[in-house]
T-cell receptor, first 112, second 111 residues
Framework: GENVEQHPSTLSVQEGDSAVIKCTYS??????FPWYKQELGKGPQLIID?????GEKKDQRIAVTLNKTAKHFSLHITETQPEDSAVYFC???????????FGSGTQLTVLP | NAGVTQTPKFRVLKTGQSMTLLCAQDMNHEYMYWYRQDPGMGLRLIHYSVGEGTTAKGEVPDGYNVSRLKKQNFLLGLESAAPSQTSVYFCAHGQGNGEQYFGPGTRLTVT
């Protein structure tokens, strides 16, 4: 089955700096790659996604890049703010029901 | 909560007891999923459904059963709870294009 690895497991940045989280996947048939943000005590919230026919996607301060050849994708957050502090999960989707395989998560802390 | 509610929010069970977790969505989506989340392990798919009356196994289905008698509801059952099933359970729903929307979770402790 699919395997998704996520790095780093923890990341601390100063407010205003950029943060980058990286994921690799194993199954070349995966074709949809979402990113979720999870705040303490809440369910994961979809923040951005990318499909395999696109190399990069931006939404205000967040962007995702995909390298299909290398089988890795990354989340970029610019001008970080304290409210960006949360756990971020990457995932890869495969199968007719679009089942998601998740990475193990990155705890992002934005220091004021 | 992305159009989905989970009942109950918290539950403590003793080993061997049974219980049912309810997920209800109001988005009329065909696809529904149950995940469990354990520290340091991300979310893992337990079971899923691609429509009313259908269910399928995910990555970690052992010890769980599910039913989708109505399109808007997806039930997760534990017939004989074990301490290894202590976890936070999340329900999600989607249209089948990959996007999934998660509920607030149920925190289950099995003693």
């Amino acid at each position: 089955g699919e395997n998704v690895e996520q790095h780093p497991s923890t990341l601390s940045v100063q407010e205003g700096d950029s943060a980058v989280i990286k994921c690799t996947y194993s199954d070349s048939a995966s074709n949809y790659f979402p990113w979720y943000k999870q705040e303490l005590g809440k369910g994961p919230q979809l923040i951005i996604d990318i499909r395999s026919n696109v190399g990069e996607k931006k939404d205000q301060r967040i962007a995702v890049t995909l390298n299909k050849t290398a089988k890795h994708f990354s989340l970029h957050i610019t001008e970080t703010q304290p409210e960006d502090s949360a756990v971020y999960f990457c995932a890869a989707s495969i199968g007719s029901a679009r089942q998601l395989t998740f990475g193990s998560g990155t705890q992002l802390t934005v220091l004021p | 909560n992305a159009g989905v509610t989970q009942t109950p929010k918290f539950r403590v069970l003793k080993t061997g007891q049974s219980m049912t977790l309810l997920c209800a969505q109001d988005m009329n989506h065909e696809y529904m999923y149950w995940y469990r989340q354990d520290p340091g392990m991300g979310l893992r798919l337990i079971h899923y459904s691609v429509g009313e009356g259908t269910t399928a196994k995910g990555e970690v289905p052992d010890g769980y059963n599910v039913s989708r008698l109505k399109k808007q509801n997806f039930l997760l059952g534990l017939e004989s709870a074990a301490p290894s099933q202590t976890s936070v359970y999340f329900c999600a729903h989607g249209q089948g294009n990959g996007e999934q929307y998660f509920g607030p979770g149920t925190r289950l402790t099995v003693t």
